[in-house]
Structures are given as C-alpha cells and as structure tokens.
C-alpha cells in the first residue's frame, strides 16, 4: 500500500504550530503516513520585526491563550528572555536556515530538531533567533554537521531554504490557505487536500482517521 504524504506548513516561531507539535509526532510515528515540513517563512524576511513591548504583550496574550486550551507550556524564562528581551529580534529566519541545514544532513530528524527549538524557546527561554543558540541545540541532539551550518550559513543553504519557503508559499496558494499550522494531505492522483490547522488541535487518533480519508 503506498504512502500517504502528509506536507506540514508551518513557521518555527509561530506559537500555534508549537501547540499542533504533540499532533504531529504522533502522525510520524503512524504507519503508511510519510509526513513532510514545508516552513512558510511567515516571520522571516518582511515578516521578521523588533520585538519592542507591544507587540511583546500581544504575543504572551496569545501564548497563554494556546497554554490555556492546549496544555503546550510557555514558562517566565521564555517571558522574560524573548518577549523581554531589548532589542530582541522575531525573526524566523535563522530558525528555518537551521531546520533546513537539518534537512539536508538528517533528513529523518527535522521533526524532532523542530521540536528542540520549540521547547528550546517556550519552555527553556533561549532565543532561537539566534543562529548560535540554534547551533547549540541542534549539536545537543547530535546533529554535528546541521550545527555547524546553522551557526555559519553559508549561500547554497540560504538558496535551499528560500526554494522551501517559496515551496511552502506556493503550496498555501495552492490550496487557499493562509496563515500555519496548515495540513496537506496529498490523495488519489496527486490531489491536494486543506486540512487545516485546527484538525491538529483535536484528538489524535481522529487526526489520523481525517488524513486517511483525505488521501482515498
């Protein structure tokens, strides 16, 4: 029986695909299922701004937001180094160069090196918005060469990371989603099919069973 691919939109720092992460460890971990990261670059480049107070203050509105209906942590530490942090930066771009450096060396580990940096931001409070941070945590896991590449990016992994933000972009066109988390599940005959992100906030096992029928 062949693979259902699965594409998973997303952007490391957007909190919202931090809360579907539990969702999507759970669909790797789903026979049949070949499940994919395609990041947005929805904070990167234009998108990527200072973090000055206000929008510090929206954001941990949001976060506990997420915390109150998810169960997904985000501690003082994360409140106090990132949203408090003096001119701090919100700019996914470095992240999304160190996941595909990721990509490109451990193919079989974006997910957890995802993982790593989200936990690494919300719960632990470092800032992975910074290409040595992003380095740490990936050497942490083992993932030598992919640290080495984040902590010094060099032209072909930026060229690689733009082609999987354009990807990502042409695929939300595609299906007329805007906004992360969003969920792609390819069906018969190369069909692409939204299913959104709030099917990644639900229980897990209906996760599973609205993919599958998505794919038929």
């Known amino acids: 029986m062949p693979l259902i691919s699965v594409t998973y939109l997303f952007d490391p720092l957007c909190g919202w ?6 969702a999507l460890k759970h669909l790797q971990g789903v026979d049949g299922l070949d499940v994919s990261l395609a990041p947005s670059g929805l904070f990167a480049g234009q998108g990527a701004r200072p973090m000055d107070a206000q929008f510090a203050a929206y954001a941990w509105s949001n976060d506990q937001r997420i915390e109150k209906l998810t169960g997904q942590p985000f ?4 409140r106090d180094n990132i949203l408090g942090a003096v001119a701090g930066r919100f700019d996914s771009g470095p992240a999304t160069l160190a996941l595909t ?15 790593a940096l989200q936990r690494a931001r919300y719960v632990d409070g470092r800032d992975t918005a910074d290409a040595a941070v992003l380095a740490e945590v990936l050497a ?4 030598a060469d992919a640290a080495a590449l984040a902590r010094a990016p060099d032209a072909a992994l930026h060229r690689a990371a733009a082609e ?7 695929l939300l066109r595609a299906v007329g989603a805007r906004g992360v988390p969003q969920l792609v599940v390819t069906g018969q005959g190369g069909a692409l099919r939204l299913m959104g992100g709030d099917a990644l906030l639900g229980p897990h096992e209906r996760l599973v069973e609205l993919v599958r029928a998505a794919a038929a």
Do not use: D, I, S
Request: charge should be neutral; aromatic fraction near 6%.
């Open 140 to 143: 942490a896991l083992g993932l």
């Open 17 to 22: 695909c931090y809360a579907a992460a539990p």
């Open 101 to 115: 450096a990721v990509a490109q060396t451990a193919p079989g580990r974006e997910l957890e090196a995802l993982h």
């Open 164 to 170: 999987r933000v354009a990807h990502a972009q042409a």
């Open 75 to 78: 501690t003082q530490a994360y």
